[in-house]
């Protein structure tokens, strides 16, 4: 079959690699219809996150079920469904406390050895381990585009509202607004956020914010994002941050534009050493919550959401393309060009 992969940094390609087959009871093999190319997979074509020359890359998918291990109970062949971005086993120490991004036997499709040697989805077809756990039949009427979003971007979203523990009512600050923050906009208009900000330079994504009904606060502004949010709440700042760009700079807006007693859910991807001003925590006494999404746990939900059209993907997909063009694809994606990019094999 044909499928991208990995070559060195910059530098993906289509070639020919071996199908793949059922290896255990529970895995099934799905036609992938549809796959996303997502931020983290820039973290890979850049060699941030190593993986071997020739590795099959990406981890968003919608497809139908080819063929299924005798256990694999909750999808059947012929079924159209959507693949969360990894697989959990359902019975480890962390399963069992329904921590499912943590399981002990996860693979994340398309990220090499470091994280379960699972090829990945950016390809005609794709081995799905513990399919019951990984696989969601697609609600019926629902794009393959919009469908994809709940495996990865939307559920993380939905993650990080959840992690900030919103009510309805309280204020909520989005700082980054790539595919994640974009919905996370959504998610937190659909728990009930009284009052959006959506921080990001970019003019498109602010302009998208807003049409999801939050206020567009310009990062380029420099200090006039704090004045205004702080003259927006009555000088204390919001209730809820959810950051969702992963660099030293957005965590330290981040403590600045919480409330005394707020809450910061961290979404996005910290790797490394990084220095903010933990004195704004400790005096304002915020929690802090960080780390990889629940997808597994979320996803129902996200699904309903997503058929009910409370919450809409669509219009962050600027680009289709065949999967033959996606070293194109990733070039463009690359140079900031498209927000999301969906590959057709
Ligand atoms: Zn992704
Ligand atoms: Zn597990």
Same mark, same amino acid.
């Given at each position: 079959?044909?499928?991208?992969?990995?070559?060195?940094?910059? +530098?993906?390609?289509? %070639?020919?690699?071996?199908?793949?087959?059922?290896?255990?009871?529970?895995?099934?093999?799905?036609?992938?219809?549809?796959?996303?190319?997502?931020?983290?997979?820039?973290?890979?074509?850049?060699?941030?996150?190593?993986?071997?020359?020739?590795?099959?890359?990406?981890?968003?998918?919608?497809?139908?079920?080819?063929?299924?291990?005798? #256990?694999?109970?909750?999808?059947?062949?012929?079924?159209?469904?959507?693949?969360?971005?990894?697989?959990?086993?359902?019975?480890?120490?962390?399963?069992?406390?329904?921590?499912?991004?943590?399981?002990?036997?996860?693979?994340?499709?398309?990220?090499? #050895?470091?994280?379960?040697?699972?090829?990945?989805? +950016?390809?005609?077809?794709?081995?799905?381990?513990?399919?019951?756990?990984?696989?969601?039949?697609?609600?019926?009427?629902?794009?393959?585009?919009?469908?994809?979003?709940?495996?990865?971007?939307?559920?993380?979203?939905?993650?990080?509202?959840?992690?900030?523990?919103? +009510?309805?009512?309280?204020? $909520?600050?989005?700082?980054?607004?790539?595919?994640?923050?974009?919905?996370?906009? +959504?998610?937190? %208009?659909?728990?009930?956020?009284? %009052?959006?900000?959506?921080?990001? #330079?970019?003019?498109?994504?602010?302009?998208?914010?807003?049409?999801?009904?939050?206020?567009?606060?310009?990062?380029?502004?420099?200090?006039?994002?704090?004045?205004? $949010?702080?003259?927006?709440?009555?000088?204390?700042?919001?209730?809820?941050?959810?950051?969702?760009?992963?660099?030293?700079?957005?965590?330290?807006?981040?403590?600045?534009?919480?409330?005394?007693?707020?809450?910061?859910?961290?979404?996005?991807?910290?790797?490394?050493?990084?220095?903010?001003?933990?004195?704004?925590?400790?005096?304002?006494?915020? #929690?802090?919550?960080?780390?990889?999404?629940?997808?597994?746990?979320?996803?129902?939900?996200?699904?309903?959401?997503?058929?009910?059209?409370?919450?809409?993907?669509?219009?962050?997909?600027?680009? %289709?393309?065949?999967?033959?063009?996606?070293?194109?694809?990733?070039?463009?994606?690359?140079?900031?060009?498209?927000?999301?990019?969906?590959?057709?094999?």
């Amino acid at each position: 079959m044909r499928a991208l992969t990995f070559e060195a940094p910059g +530098q993906v390609a289509l %070639r020919d690699v071996p199908d793949p087959q059922l290896q255990g009871p529970d895995d099934a093999l799905v036609a992938v219809g549809a796959a996303g190319v997502c931020g983290s997979d820039l973290h890979i074509y850049h060699g941030r996150v190593w993986v071997d020359p020739g590795f099959v890359i990406g981890h968003e998918l919608v497809g139908t079920v080819l063929a299924v291990g005798e #256990s694999v109970r909750s999808v059947a062949v012929g079924e159209r469904v959507v693949a969360c971005f990894h697989s959990a086993c359902g019975r480890c120490f962390y399963c069992l406390q329904g921590e499912y991004q943590r399981c002990a036997h996860g693979r994340t499709f398309g990220h090499g #050895s470091a994280l379960g040697n699972l090829p990945g989805a +950016q390809a005609e077809r794709v081995l799905v381990p513990y399919a019951d756990m990984t696989l969601r039949r697609v609600p019926e009427g629902m794009a393959d585009e919009v469908a994809l979003f709940a495996g990865d971007v939307m559920g993380t979203a939905y993650h990080a509202v959840a992690e900030g523990r919103l +009510q309805p009512g309280e204020s $909520v600050a989005v700082l980054g607004l790539g595919p994640v923050g974009l919905c996370a906009v +959504q998610v937190a %208009r659909a728990a009930g956020a009284s %009052r959006i900000f959506a921080v990001d #330079s970019v003019a498109a994504r602010l302009q998208m914010a807003e049409r999801f009904g939050a206020q567009p606060l310009d990062l380029s502004e420099g200090e006039g994002v704090k004045e205004r $949010v702080r003259e927006a709440t009555g000088a204390r700042g919001v209730d809820v941050v959810i950051e969702a760009v992963g660099s030293a700079s957005a965590l330290e807006l981040a403590l600045y534009l919480a409330r005394p007693g707020g809450r910061l859910a961290v979404i996005g991807v910290h790797a490394e050493r990084a220095e903010a001003h933990l004195g704004l925590a400790w005096i304002k006494g915020l #929690s802090v919550r960080m780390g990889l999404a629940n997808v597994i746990a979320h996803c129902e939900r996200v699904l309903a959401l997503m058929a009910a059209g409370v919450l809409d993907p669509a219009p962050l997909v600027t680009h %289709r393309m065949a999967l033959a063009e996606g070293p194109a694809a990733y070039e463009l994606f690359d140079r900031r060009e498209a927000l999301k990019v969906i590959l057709k094999p």
